[in-house]
């Protein structure tokens, strides 16, 4: 059964399946950093969490500065959104299935709360990307 096909209450307290999530949701005391809110439940591990807040992180083969540095104050939202990504066990009701080779499930549509979009906007309006879009499109050949 994947997450996407489980009802109810079902839908937390569980990890999708994806490349670096645990196959189920326990204590880990030593997350890093921004993900350490997770540490009591926790679909990472204390590596993931580490790698999280890398510049160079193995975990999507990404760089945060692919444009330029990226200001700390706009990188911690998306460190945050990787912690959530990677460690939360309650993006059930969000879990979709996903067509591609390293996860079958993905998550979609998450609720942001206003106040948080704003500030991430007010923190990020100023730092440059160079990709309309960050989820399809890359040229990975050379690495």
Known sequence: ?????????SKLNICMDAKHHKKEPGPEGQLYGQCVLWKDNACCTANTSMEAHQDQSYLY????????????????H?????CL?????NLGPWIDQADNSWRKERIRDVPLCREDCEQWWEDC???VTCKVNWHQGWNWSTG
């Open 1 to 9: 059964v994947t997450a996407a096909e489980r009802t109810g209450d």
């Open 78 to 82: 998306f460190i945050q959104d990787t």
């Open 125 to 127: 309006q100023e730092a």
């Open 85 to 89: 990504y990677e460690c939360s066990p």
């Open 61 to 76: 083969n990404f760089n945060w500065d692919h444009c330029g540095v990226m200001p700390d104050k706009c990188k911690r």
